[in-house]
């Protein structure tokens, strides 16, 4: 009964991971991370079938440590990974690079591969501890290959805790609206990961039948998630991108003397400028307002733009945007007493009204609703 359930649940995993794969695919239009995501969930499902193979032709108790579950499992980690690294510096995986990173999986592959055709010794184990008990080449290249695995595995996580708020700093000083952007979806990603991996290590290690149904379940439950949430993120497109490198862009690239009274005067004109423009020319309006645009009409760099609101102007970009847009709501609930909180956040320049909401108990301490009420 229970092989039957949990052959049930591989063939769901399969075909979800197939379906999910070509969603991803066919909606991801220029943003590679989600490309990068699908590829991913149709090489899950390449190893489901593997594993499933595997199964169905063993009258015994499963095999432990499967060289072909083994490799493609390594592969589909360092795809994940590789989903982690274009989430957070778009732009920096070029193709070259994605050769060099999954290179080590590909080489371990073909060892094994050689190995396998030159007539090499291979065993078939049932358990972790039997695999330590024939301590040859085929074990020296599963573990090998085992070990690339943990460390595709280990890297997103490390790179999520490492850098996800300094992406979070990011976003606030190049986009008015960042919190559209689920800033905690870095955070989930890396959880979902550790489970869908955790799992993983049951499915590849163990031979109880319980632990594979629970261990199915689990996994088909935790792919849904990372599909659903990854096809209806927003993307922020970003004018710059990582392709030169890992490292956020140098804020110190056009200041020369921070001390400079020309400098400290120049500053200080064009943050006027800017924010005269704000007034009369309304930017905030457009809910996709980024710091770019602003360079379309000011003749200074990005990072300029961005040290001038930090410095001069005391905010991000983001929050000085959403100083405008608050003011602005704030003049269209007096003005307009019956017009609905949802159409105030759109006419304001918000993109959702959960996004006005916080903004605005940002600006004011209250929530929309009672300010009105309270005016």
Same mark, same amino acid.
């Given at each position: 009964?229970?092989?039957?359930?949990?052959?049930?649940l591989?063939?769901q995993?399969?075909?979800?991971?197939?379906f999910g794969?070509?969603t991803?695919l066919?909606?991801?239009?220029e943003?590679?991370?989600?490309?990068?995501?699908?590829?991913?969930?149709y090489?899950?499902?390449?190893?489901?079938?593997?594993?499933?193979?595997v199964n169905l032709?063993?009258h015994?108790?499963?095999?432990?440590f499967?060289?072909?579950?083994?490799?493609?499992?390594?592969?589909v980690?360092a795809t !994940?990974?590789?989903?982690?690294?274009?989430?957070l510096?778009p732009g920096?995986l070029?193709c070259r690079r994605?050769l060099?990173f999954?290179?080590p999986?590909?080489?371990?592959?073909?060892a094994y !591969?050689?190995y396998?055709?030159s007539?090499g010794?291979?065993?078939?184990y049932?358990s972790?501890?039997?695999?330590f008990?024939f301590f040859?080449?085929?074990?020296?290249?599963r573990?090998?290959?085992?070990a690339?695995?943990l460390?595709y595995?280990?890297?997103?996580?490390y790179?999520i805790a490492?850098?996800?708020?300094?992406?979070?700093?990011?976003?606030?000083e190049?986009?008015?609206?960042p919190e559209?952007?689920d800033?905690?979806?870095?955070?989930?990603?890396?959880?979902i990961?550790?489970?869908?991996y955790g799992?993983y290590?049951?499915l590849?290690?163990?031979d109880i039948?319980v632990?594979?149904v629970?261990?199915?379940?689990?996994?088909?439950?935790?792919?849904?998630?990372?599909?659903y949430k990854a096809?209806?993120?927003?993307?922020v497109v970003?004018?710059?991108?990582?392709?030169?490198g890992w490292?956020l862009?140098?804020q110190?690239d056009?200041?020369?003397?921070?001390?400079?009274?020309?400098?400290g005067?120049?500053?200080?004109?064009y943050?006027?400028?800017v924010n005269?423009?704000f007034?009369?020319?309304k930017p905030?309006?457009?809910e996709?307002?980024?710091?770019?645009?602003?360079?379309?009409?000011?003749?200074?760099?990005?990072?300029y733009l961005s040290?001038?609101f930090?410095?001069e102007?005391g905010?991000?970009?983001?929050d000085?945007?959403?100083q405008?847009?608050?003011?602005e709501s704030?003049?269209?609930m007096?003005?307009?007493p019956?017009?609905?909180i949802?159409?105030i956040a759109?006419?304001?320049?918000?993109?959702?009204?959960s996004t006005?909401?916080r903004?605005f108990q940002?600006?004011t301490g209250t929530?929309?609703s009672?300010?009105r009420n309270n005016?």
């Amino acid at each position: 009964m229970l092989d039957k359930i949990q052959f049930l649940l591989s063939l769901q995993i399969i075909g979800f991971c197939v379906f999910g794969g070509t969603t991803l695919l066919l909606r991801a239009g220029e943003n590679r991370a989600k490309k990068i995501l699908g590829w991913g969930m149709y090489s899950w499902a390449i190893m489901a079938v593997v594993r499933l193979s595997v199964n169905l032709y063993l009258h015994e108790a499963k095999e432990a440590f499967h060289p072909d579950v083994l490799i493609i499992g390594a592969l589909v980690t360092a795809t !994940l990974a590789c989903y982690v690294i274009e989430v957070l510096r778009p732009g920096y995986l070029t193709c070259r690079r994605f050769l060099v990173f999954i290179s080590p999986v590909v080489v371990g592959g073909l060892a094994y !591969l050689a190995y396998r055709l030159s007539g090499g010794e291979i065993h078939t184990y049932y358990s972790l501890e039997e695999v330590f008990e024939f301590f040859n080449m085929d074990v020296l290249l599963r573990m090998t290959v085992f070990a690339l695995t943990l460390f595709y595995m280990v890297l997103p996580v490390y790179l999520i805790a490492r850098y996800s708020k300094d992406f979070k700093v990011f976003l606030a000083e190049n986009v008015s609206d960042p919190e559209e952007y689920d800033l905690d979806w870095l955070k989930k990603t890396m959880i979902i990961l550790i489970v869908l991996y955790g799992f993983y290590l049951v499915l590849l290690l163990t031979d109880i039948p319980v632990m594979y149904v629970i261990d199915k379940t689990v996994l088909l439950f935790a792919w849904y998630y990372f599909f659903y949430k990854a096809l209806f993120l927003k993307v922020v497109v970003l004018d710059y991108s990582f392709k030169d490198g890992w490292d956020l862009p140098n804020q110190q690239d056009d200041v020369n003397n921070d001390d400079d009274d020309e400098h400290g005067i120049l500053s200080k004109r064009y943050a006027e400028e800017v924010n005269a423009w704000f007034e009369k020319e309304k930017p905030y309006l457009r809910e996709d307002l980024r710091l770019t645009d602003l360079q379309r009409v000011f003749p200074i760099s990005r990072s300029y733009l961005s040290q001038l609101f930090n410095r001069e102007l005391g905010q991000s970009f983001s929050d000085y945007v959403n100083q405008f847009r608050i003011e602005e709501s704030k003049r269209l609930m007096d003005a307009e007493p019956n017009a609905s909180i949802q159409e105030i956040a759109e006419r304001s320049g918000f993109h959702s009204i959960s996004t006005f909401r916080r903004a605005f108990q940002k600006c004011t301490g209250t929530i929309p609703s009672d300010y009105r009420n309270n005016r």
